[in-house]
């Protein structure tokens, strides 16, 4: 009976290799199914990790508990976030100091692409639980979480277009880079927006770059910007 799975998991790889594999790269067929495993058990892994947070969250005895969930999780999400940023920045750095071949840089870059699609999407879910949770409770009380998420939110955001930067200059095809909705700043007691919910984020993503790879930065750091001029709504999601 353990067979089945991985009969059914080998069937669904072989009819989805044609439409996702990076056959624009001429890499070989035995590196495009490497890829491919590797998006597939990423995947899966994000989607348990998802899951039992979502199961904690549900199972939590207090409201600031589930702020604390809520907040904890964001951070591991920007850490995964900025992880997978110092990947890309290595990769490049390897491939013009000569130690990797540009088959590997092909292949793991393409796998890094994967990556951060993956973890665009657990970071849009988790901004939907945000945006639900956040209306329950007082500004005071979402605010910090709102900053945490917005700033993560953004620097995924211009690291998706330099990673799209770095796929075209290299001839690996062409990437779409995630865009996650940021969270309006939370009403206060007054009905008036929180002040200064915009203001961090940008500093904390700019100080990664180094060299040459600070120019893609500065030219995606300006588009989130005025999601300020939202009040709160029944979702906070712009």
Do not use: W
Request: glycine share 10%; net charge negative; aromatic share 4%.
């Amino acid at each position: 009976m353990k067979k089945v799975p991985v009969l059914v998991l080998t069937l669904c790889l072989l009819a989805i290799l044609p439409a996702t594999c990076p056959q624009e790269d001429g890499l070989p067929a035995g590196k495009e199914l490497s890829i491919l495993l590797s998006a597939t058990v990423t995947d899966y892994q994000a989607t348990l990790q998802d899951f039992f947070f979502q199961q904690r969250l549900l199972t939590a005895s207090s409201l600031d508990l589930k702020l604390h969930l809520l907040e904890t999780r964001t951070d591991e999400l920007a850490g995964t976030a900025i992880q997978l940023d110092e990947c890309r920045i290595s990769l490049i750095q390897s491939l013009e100091d000569g130690n990797i071949t540009a088959e590997q840089f092909a292949v793991e870059m393409h796998r890094l692409a994967d990556e951060i699609l993956i973890l665009a999407r657990s970071l849009h879910g988790l901004g939907q639980t945000i945006s639900n949770i956040a209306m329950n409770v007082s500004a005071q009380q979402a605010f910090p979480i709102i900053e945490k998420f917005n700033a993560a939110a953004r620097f995924l955001s211009e690291m998706g277009a330099r990673m799209s930067l770095a796929m075209n200059q290299h001839g690996l095809g062409s990437f779409s880079a995630p865009e996650i909705p940021q969270l309006s700043g939370p009403m206060s007691e007054s009905g008036g927006k929180e002040e200064g919910s915009e203001s961090e984020g940008s500093g904390k993503s700019g100080g990664k770059e180094e060299g040459s790879e600070s120019e893609g930065s500065g030219k995606s750091g300006g588009k989130e910007e005025g999601s300020g001029k939202h009040k709160g709504k029944k979702s906070l999601f712009l």
